[in-house]
């Protein structure tokens, strides 16, 4: 009981902050700094990764991509830069998911330790500020509404699973998730999709349920990929920052993993549009 009440004290908290600071964009961009930082911190723990480099390239890839067109004058040379910070996240986020369909461990090597926390982490921050500013004015309910779908998959993945699931999802590197708790979650949030497009008047429903789709998938490998990274530090969680659900990767690892192919599918809506 003691375990519950420090679970939900400490998950209110983490989401009070996220809702106390989205609809002001200057503190949304000054938490994830912070999220950033500690995540970063967590991340590098794991792949012990020591030294202050790739926190020097988190603030400068964050600083510039989260203010330039807060402060410049001018987006010349914005979007051409998103772009390509883009599609080497995406390349990189792709070779992650291939090393998680094989037996071997999650390369170690430092220039490959280096690219991933700028291009698996560090950027996944930039994404996520990137996907509350996508439509001017600022507005983030579709931020709002990729955080809810992560937190509907993940809790009906874990109900579903817990009371129904027999299938091993991947034994080897989470033993409790299962393909039933997988199906189960995707199933949740294509039924949320619904409620979102209906209530946040961003996306319409078509847009909504094939965004619930890629959070789903991509929300559930991210969460397999940091338990892979975990399994290979023999570590439960990724730190203990927040009480009775470990760090606060354990807490993002979906939406990072997802924000990008999140980001993509809004840039893709809006030039066919």
């Excluded at 020097?56 to 989260?66: K, T």
Aim: charged fraction near 15%; include cysteine.
């Amino acid at each position: 009981m003691k375990e519950l009440i420090t679970r939900s004290l400490s998950g209110v908290l983490y989401i009070s902050l996220f809702l106390l600071c989205l609809y002001s964009q200057h503190a949304l961009i000054a938490l994830f700094f912070f999220y950033g930082l500690i995540s970063l911190a967590e991340f590098n723990k794991l792949i012990q990764l020591k030294g202050i480099t790739s926190y020097i390239i988190f603030v400068i890839l964050y600083l510039v991509f989260a203010y330039w067109q807060l402060f410049l004058s001018t987006d010349d040379g914005f979007s051409e830069a998103i772009q390509i910070l883009h599609v080497i996240t995406i390349f990189v986020q792709l070779f992650l998911i291939r090393d998680l369909f094989t037996e071997k461990t999650l390369p170690r090597f430092i220039t490959r330790r280096y690219i991933n926390t700028t291009f698996y982490l560090s950027s996944a921050f930039i994404f996520i500020i990137l996907i509350a500013d996508f439509y001017k004015p600022y507005n983030p309910n579709i931020l709002l509404g990729s955080f809810i779908l992560i937190w509907v998959n993940d809790t009906f993945a874990y109900l579903i699973g817990k009371n129904f699931g027999k299938q091993k999802l991947f034994p080897t590197i989470s033993p409790k998730k299962t393909v039933e708790g997988f199906l189960g979650g995707l199933f949740f949030v294509c039924i949320s999709s619904y409620f979102i497009a209906k209530f946040t008047h961003t996306l319409d429903f078509n847009n909504w349920l094939i965004l619930s789709i890629i959070i789903s998938v991509f929300g559930t490998l991210g969460d397999l990929i940091e338990s892979k990274y975990k399994r290979q530090a023999n570590v439960k969680d990724s730190g203990v920052i927040m009480p009775g659900h470990g760090g606060l990767l354990d807490r993002l690892d979906s939406i990072l993993f997802a924000a990008p192919f999140i980001y993509l599918f809004l840039r893709i809506t809006h030039y066919v549009s």
